[in-house]
C-alpha cells in the first residue's frame, strides 16, 4: 500500500520554528518529485515548496519555493529514510494552515499545480500565533 505520512506540525509563536516530515511507505520517493502544499480556512490549497527527484531530473533541478517562504523555508529529502522535510523559520501568522506533502512521478518534474500529484499524505496543522 502506497502510503505518505506528515509529522511535525504544531504550534509555535512567530519567529519560531518547525520541520515538518512526510515519509513514504510502500514505495521509493527516490524516483519521486516531492511537493509541500498547504490549506488555510477559506483559501485554495497553495504550493510552498517542491523538489525534483533524487538525481534532480526532469527539471533543473532547483527546488521551487512560493514568493512569501523564501528565505525562510527549505525543502529537502533524505533518500535513506525515505523522508521528505520541510524546514519552517521565522514563521509568521500568515504561514497557518494545514500542511500536506505530495508525490509525482516516477520521473515526472515537479509541479505547482496540486492535481498533477499522485499520493498525498493526510495532512498536518501547523498554526503559528502568541
Known amino acids: 500500500q502506497l502510503q505518505l505520512v506528515e509529522s511535525g506540525g504544531g504550534l509555535v509563536q512567530p519567529g519560531g520554528s518547525l520541520r515538518l516530515s512526510c515519509a513514504a511507505s510502500?514505495?521509493?520517493?527516490?524516483?519521486?518529485?516531492m511537493g509541500w502544499f498547504r490549506q488555510a480556512p477559506g483559501k485554495e490549497r497553495e504550493g510552498v515548496s517542491c523538489i525534483s527527484p533524487k538525481d534532480g531530473s526532469p527539471g533543473d533541478g532547483n527546488p521551487y519555493y512560493t514568493d512569501s517562504v523564501k528565505g525562510r523555508f527549505t525543502i529537502s529529502r533524505d533518500n535513506a529514510k525515505n523522508t521528505v522535510y520541510l524546514q519552517m523559520n521565522s514563521l509568521k501568522p500568515e504561514d497557518t494552515a494545514v500542511y500536506y506533502c505530495?508525490?509525482?512521478?516516477?520521473?515526472?518534474?515537479?509541479?505547482?499545480?496540486?492535481?498533477?500529484?499522485?499520493?498525498w499524505g493526510q495532512g498536518t496543522q501547523v498554526t503559528v500565533s502568541s
Open positions: 505530495a508525490a509525482r512521478g516516477p520521473w515526472k518534474a515537479y509541479s505547482r499545480n496540486s492535481e498533477e500529484y499522485d499520493y
Open positions: 510502500g514505495f521509493s520517493l527516490d524516483y519521486y518529485s
